[in-house]
C-alpha cells in the first residue's frame, strides 16, 4: 500500500471504532476540503451503509455563499441528515466581525455556536477534520480528543494513546472530538481529493473575482454586507482554506484544477492558515481557543 | 501524477538536551517544509525566548504548547510530518524526562523505526539504555543512533567510534536487526540531510538518508486475521463484517474460522468495488458464504491456523498514571475490538515496567506481542476515571484454568421463595470511629427480630482470621476487600442479608463488590461522619496512635478516603443517633424490596 492508502485505512478505522463505541455521533461539516475528505471516509468506512450519523454545521451567516450552496447540494445528493445551527444569540445581536472584531465574531458564532449545538442534540462523539500539520498545539492532540462536560480540553492531562487502542469512554455529560485526518498534511488531502476525484467547493480554484485589500489581505467581496470605502477590482484568485468571508484571504494564483493545486503546493513558501485572520490576534490563540472549546 | 510513496513512521528519543527538537526542526527546514510565515514566527520567536542567542532555534518549531515554551521542555509526544521523493514520514516527538517515560511509549507503540540521539560529549547514559530497552519492548527492530553534538569534539573519529562500540555492546540482546550509527550535529545540519566534508572519514548514509532506506517492516506476514469492529447490515439483505486486516492477506474463497465456527470468505467489499485479495492493514468488509453470526471483537482468521484463545497472560506491563496499579484491583482492558474486565497480580508505580500475570474476564481471541503487535497489545482502563492507566504486550497464555462453571438446581431465587425476603450486601463504609460496627449490629438486631436471615461481617474480626495475612498499605487494603468482597456475595448466594462493616476507603473496590452481585442486592451505606469528629470520638485511641506516627497509612490521616459519590443511604451521625442510623437503613432495605 501507499501512503495514501494507508492513511485511508487508518481513518477507517477510527470512524469505525468510534461509532461502534458511541451512542450520538455527529460529523462537523464545515464545508471546506478537509470535510469534503472527511465525508468521503465516511462513506468508505461504512459502505453499503450510509455513514450513520448526521452532519452538522455552525453556521455563522458570513460563510461564502458558494459553501452554502455547496453544503445543501452535498448533503441532499448523498442522503444524509444536515443539522445547522446558528447561535440564536449571535443572529439577535447581529454579531459580525466589521463592528466586533474577528476575535469576538469567532468565538460567539463558531466556539460558544459549536458548544450549543452538541450540548442541544447530546452528541457524544464529534468528528472533526483537524490535521495535526495546521498549528503546533494540533500536533499534540489525541486522534480521540477527550472533553470535559464543559467542552473543555487539558493539553496537559491528555489521555495516552497507543497501538489504534482508543479510549472512547466518557461520564454522562463528557465527549470525545475524534479527529481521522490528524496524521494527513494538506498536500495529502489535495493528492487525495485528486486520486478519488472528491468534489471541492469551486472557491479552491482560482477565478476572476471581485477583491478588496484588508489588513494585508485580499478579501472577496461576497455581498453587500461589506463596507466599502473603495471599488473591488478583479483579480484571479483562489483560496486555500475557508471560513467567513470577510476573514478568510484569497490568494493570487493561476490554478484552475486539483492537478495545478498540487503543483502549486509543491512549491508553495507559505502556510495555509497564513489566510486566516483569526489565527494571528496572538501568538499561542488556536491553543488557548482550543481549551475553550474551539475546533 | 501519483507517487507510490511509502509511509515511514519513526520515534526520536534521547537524554534531555540531547537535540531532538531541533533535530526533527532541522529535518522539517532541510526538505523545505517550512513556510515563509512558519519561517517569519520562528525568527521572531527565537529572538524572544530562543536559546541560541537570537539565531533559529529549531527547537521551538515543534515545541507547540504555551506550556512548554516557557519552561524550555517538551511536556508531550507531538507528530510532525515531513516527506521526501522517496518517503513520506510520520514522526513522534517523546521528551527525555524520566517521568514522561508513558510518553516514549505511546510514541514508540506505532513506530517502525527509532532514532535515539545522544551527546557525544555525555556517551551512553543511563537514559539512553532505558530508552533503547523500550524500543526493544514495544518491537521496534531499526534504530539509528545519532550521535549528536560531534561539532563540540571537533568531530573526532575515535571518540565517535568509541560511543558507537559501548552502544552496540550494551545493544547486543535488544534484539534489533540492525544499528546504524550516524555522526552528526543537528544545530549546525552536519549529516543530517546532506553528507558533510566535515566527516570526510564516515562513509554511511546520513540520517535522511536511512530513514527513507531503512526497512518499514510494517507488514507482518503468516495466517490471516481480521479483526471485526462493526456489524454492517444497511438491510435484510446484506450482513457484512467491516474491520481491519491485522495479519497476511485476506482472500475471497479463504477457508476461515471464528469462535470455532468456519466458513468463506464470499466478498470482499469496499465502495471502489469488491477485491480480491485484501492485505494487511487495509480496512474493509467481509462477508461470509454461510450465516456465522460474528460480532464486533471477533477475529476472523484463516481456519488451517486460527489464533489461540484464553483469559490468563504472562504480559510485559508499563504503568502511565499517577495512581499506580494495584494487585486483585478490577480494571478494564481493550484488546483488538473488545473490552473486558481486567486484574493484575503485582504493583506497578507510574513509569514502571513489569513483567506480570495478568487476568481478563473473559477470553480473547490473541497473538503474542512479537508476533502481532495488533492481537498482542492492550491498554488498561480505570473503571471509574476512564483514563487510559496502563498498557500491555502479550508473551504467552498461561495454561487455561479447567475449572468451569457448575450449575446447581438449588439456587438464589428457590432461596428467596424459602426466606421471604431477598438477600443483600449491606455495605457500610465510612471513617475509623464513624460508627459503622455499632449501627450495623443495631441493624442486624432489628432484622433479626423479623425473623430475616442474617450476617454480619465485621472489619476487625475479619482481620483476625481471613485476612490476617495482609496488612495496611493500600494492595493489602484493596486485597482486603476483594476477599470481603467474594464472602458477602457468596453468602448472597446463600440467601442472606450481609452486614458489611469496613472502613474500605476506595471507591474502585466498592464498585467491584457491588458488581460481585445483582442489581438490587448491594445497598452502600455511607456512615458519614467528619474527620474532625470521628478522631474526637476515638474509641479505640488509633487517631492518637496515628497522630503519634506509630500508624502508618491510617485512613484519613496519611491514606486516602474517597467517599461514595451516589450511596443507596447516607447517614449523618452529627444529627442522628445510633437508633435512628438503623431505621434509615432498614427502611432503606424496604425501599429496595429486600425485605
Given at each position: ?15 469505525r471504532?468510534a ?39 455552525v ?17 441532499a ?14 443572529v ?18 463558531k ?10 442534540h447530546?452528541?457524544?462523539?464529534a ?5 495535526r ?8 492532540e ?7 462536560a464543559q ?5 496537559k ?6 497501538w489504534?487502542?482508543y ?5 454522562p455529560g463528557?465527549?470525545?472530538?475524534v479527529f ?5 498534511t494538506?498536500?495529502?488531502?489535495w493528492r ?21 485589500d ?13 463596507p466599502?470605502s473603495?471599488?473591488p ?6 483560496f ?22 498540487v ?16 489565527d494571528?490576534d ?5 491553543e488557548?481557543k482550543?481549551?475553550?472549546?474551539y475546533f | ?33 517550512l ?40 511536556i ?5 510530518f515531513f516527506?521526501?521523493?522517496?518517503r ?26 527509532a ?10 547514559l ?10 526493544s519492548?514495544l518491537?521496534i ?18 571518540l ?17 536487526a ?24 564516515y ?6 538518508q ?12 503468516g ?17 457484512g ?51 456465522v ?7 476472523l482468521?484463516?481456519?488451517a ?14 504503568w ?9 484491583r ?24 513489569g513483567?506480570?500475570?495478568v ?17 498482542g ?9 476512564n483514563?487510559?492507566?496502563?498498557a ?10 479447567n ?15 424459602r ?18 460496627s ?32 495482609l ?17 458477602a ?10 452486614l ?13 463488590a ?12 455511607f ?24 500508624l502508618?497509612?491510617?485512613?484519613g ?16 451521625t ?7 442510623a ?14
Amino acid at each position: 500500500m501507499n501512503h495514501l492508502d494507508q492513511l485511508e485505512a487508518d481513518s477507517i478505522d477510527i470512524f469505525r471504532e468510534a461509532v461502534a463505541e458511541s451512542e450520538r455521533p455527529v460529523l462537523l461539516y464545515s464545508i471546506g476540503k478537509d470535510s469534503s475528505v472527511l465525508l468521503h471516509l465516511a462513506r468508505k468506512a461504512f459502505y453499503p451503509s450510509k455513514p450513520p450519523f448526521p452532519l452538522l454545521h455552525v453556521d455563522t451567516t458570513w460563510k461564502f455563499r458558494e459553501m452554502i450552496e455547496f453544503r445543501d447540494r452535498t448533503a441532499a445528493e448523498l442522503g444524509l441528515e444536515l443539522i445547522v445551527h446558528r447561535n440564536p444569540e449571535c443572529v439577535a445581536l447581529g454579531i459580525n466581525p466589521f463592528d466586533h472584531g474577528s476575535a469576538r465574531h469567532t468565538d460567539l458564532w463558531k466556539t460558544q455556536g459549536l458548544r450549543q449545538a452538541l450540548d442541544e442534540h447530546r452528541f457524544d462523539v464529534a468528528f472533526g477534520g483537524a490535521r495535526r500539520d495546521e498549528e503546533a498545539s494540533r500536533a499534540k492532540e489525541r486522534v480521540f480528543s477527550f472533553r470535559t462536560a464543559q467542552h473543555q480540553w487539558d493539553p496537559k492531562n491528555q489521555r495516552p494513546e497507543l497501538w489504534r487502542l482508543y479510549n472512547t469512554r466518557v461520564a454522562p455529560g463528557e465527549s470525545i472530538r475524534v479527529f481521522p485526518l490528524s496524521n494527513w498534511t494538506e498536500l495529502d488531502v489535495w493528492r487525495y481529493v485528486e486520486r478519488e476525484r472528491i468534489p471541492v467547493v469551486p472557491l479552491y480554484f482560482a477565478a476572476r473575482r471581485p477583491v478588496v485589500d484588508r489588513d494585508g489581505m485580499l478579501i472577496m467581496v461576497d455581498d453587500d454586507r461589506m463596507p466599502l470605502s473603495e471599488k473591488p477590482r478583479e483579480e484571479l484568485v483562489r483560496f486555500r482554506t475557508l471560513g467567513c468571508y470577510p476573514l478568510t484571504g484569497a490568494v493570487r494564483s493561476e490554478a484552475r484544477t486539483v492537478t495545478e493545486i498540487v503543483e502549486e503546493m509543491r512549491t508553495a513558501t507559505t502556510s495555509e492558515r497564513q489566510g486566516r485572520l483569526i489565527d494571528h490576534d496572538q501568538s499561542g490563540s488556536m491553543e488557548r481557543k482550543k481549551r475553550e472549546g474551539y475546533f | 501524477m501519483e507517487l507510490q510513496r511509502s509511509l515511514l513512521r519513526f520515534i526520536t528519543c534521547g537524554s534531555v538536551d540531547d537535540g531532538k527538537s531541533t533535530l526533527i526542526g532541522r529535518l522539517l527546514y532541510e526538505s523545505k517544509l517550512l513556510y515563509a510565515d512558519h519561517l517569519a514566527a520562528l525568527e521572531a520567536d527565537s529572538r524572544r525566548v530562543g536559546t541560541r542567542g537570537g539565531e533559529l532555534d529549531f527547537a521551538l518549531l515543534v515545541d507547540g504548547l504555551a506550556a512548554e515554551r516557557e519552561q524550555g521542555i517538551t511536556i508531550d509526544v507531538a507528530y510532525r510530518f515531513f516527506a521526501t521523493e522517496a518517503r513520506r514520514f510520520i514522526v513522534a516527538d517523546t521528551p527525555g524526562h524520566e517521568q514522561y517515560t508513558r510518553n516514549m511509549v505511546t510514541g514508540a507503540s506505532t513506530a517502525d523505526a527509532a532514532v535515539i540521539l545522544l551527546d557525544a560529549r555525555k556517551g551512553v547514559l543511563s537514559q539512553t539504555r532505558r530508552h533503547a530497552r523500550i524500543v526493544s519492548l514495544l518491537g521496534i527492530r531499526h534504530v539509528a543512533l545519532a550521535v549528536n553534538k560531534l561539532d563540540l569534539l571537533d568531530y573526532s573519529r575515535e571518540l565517535f567510534d568509541e560511543v558507537c562500540a559501548a552502544f552496540a555492546e550494551f545493544a547486543a540482546d535488544l534484539g534489533f536487526a540492525e544499528i546504524t550509527c550516524v555522526p552528526m550535529s543537528a544545530t549546525e545540519g552536519v549529516n543530517v540531510v546532506g553528507r558533510s566534508e566535515l566527516t570526510p572519514w564516515y562513509d554511511g548514509p546520513t540520517l535522511l538518508q536511512w530513514l527513507e532506506t531503512v526497512d518499514a517492516g510494517s507488514a507482518p506476514d503468516g495466517p490471516s486475521r481480521f479483526l471485526v469492529q462493526w456489524v454492517n447490515r444497511p438491510d435484510a439483505s446484506f450482513r457484512g463484517f467491516s474491520g481491519r486486516v491485522l495479519r497476511g492477506t485476506l482472500r475471497a474463497g479463504d477457508a476461515v474460522c471464528t469462535g470455532g465456527r468456519t466458513s468463506t470468505v464470499d466478498r470482499i467489499v469496499t465502495m471502489d468495488g469488491d477485491l480480491a485479495a485484501a492485505p494487511t492493514g487495509s480496512s474493509v468488509t467481509v462477508v461470509l458464504a454461510d450465516d456465522v453470526d460474528a460480532s464486533r471483537g471477533d477475529v476472523l482468521a484463516a481456519a488451517a491456523d486460527p489464533p489461540g484463545v484464553a483469559d490468563t497472560f504472562q504480559a510485559h506491563l508499563v504503568w502511565l498514571n499517577e495512581n499506580g496499579l494495584l494487585p486483585g484491583r478490577q480494571y478494564l482492558a481493550k484488546i483488538g475490538a473488545r473490552t473486558v474486565g481486567f486484574t493484575a497480580t503485582k504493583s506497578l508505580e507510574l513509569n514502571e515496567i513489569g513483567v506480570d500475570k495478568v487476568h481478563l474476564d473473559a477470553p480473547v481471541p490473541f497473538e503474542s506481542y512479537r508476533t502481532n503487535r495488533d492481537l498482542g497489545s492492550f491498554v488498561v482502563l480505570d473503571r471509574l476515571t476512564n483514563a487510559t492507566v496502563g498498557a500491555g504486550m502479550i508473551d504467552f497464555a498461561l495454561s487455561p484454568t479447567n475449572v468451569r462453571w457448575q450449575n446447581l438446581t438449588v439456587d438464589k431465587e428457590a432461596r428467596v421463595a424459602r426466606n421471604g425476603h431477598r438477600p443483600c450486601v449491606v455495605w457500610l463504609t465510612g471513617l475509623s470511629g464513624a460508627g459503622k460496627s455499632t449501627i450495623a449490629d443495631l441493624v442486624e438486631k432489628a432484622l433479626h427480630a423479623e425473623g430475616r436471615h442474617t450476617f454480619l461481617l465485621d472489619g476487625d474480626n475479619v482481620r483476625h482470621g481471613l485476612n490476617s495475612d495482609l496488612g495496611f498499605t493500600d494492595a493489602d487494603r484493596v486485597e482486603n476487600i476483594r476477599r470481603i468482597a467474594e464472602v458477602a456475595a457468596l453468602m448472597v448466594d446463600a440467601g442472606l442479608i450481609v452486614l458489611v462493616s469496613f472502613i474500605s476507603p476506595f471507591r474502585a473496590e466498592r464498585a467491584l463488590a457491588r458488581e460481585l452481585v445483582g442489581e438490587n442486592e448491594f445497598c452502600e451505606v455511607f456512615v458519614d461522619t467528619p474527620l474532625e469528629v470521628a478522631e474526637q470520638r476515638d474509641p479505640k485511641g488509633l487517631y492518637r496512635k496515628a497522630r503519634r506516627g506509630e500508624l502508618p497509612n491510617f485512613t484519613g490521616i496519611d491514606s486516602p478516603y474517597e467517599p461514595p459519590e451516589n450511596p443507596e443511604v447516607r447517614l449523618d451521625t452529627t444529627a442522628l443517633s445510633p437508633e435512628a442510623a438503623a431505621e434509615v437503613v432498614v427502611a432503606g432495605l424496604r425501599t429496595l424490596g429486600v425485605c
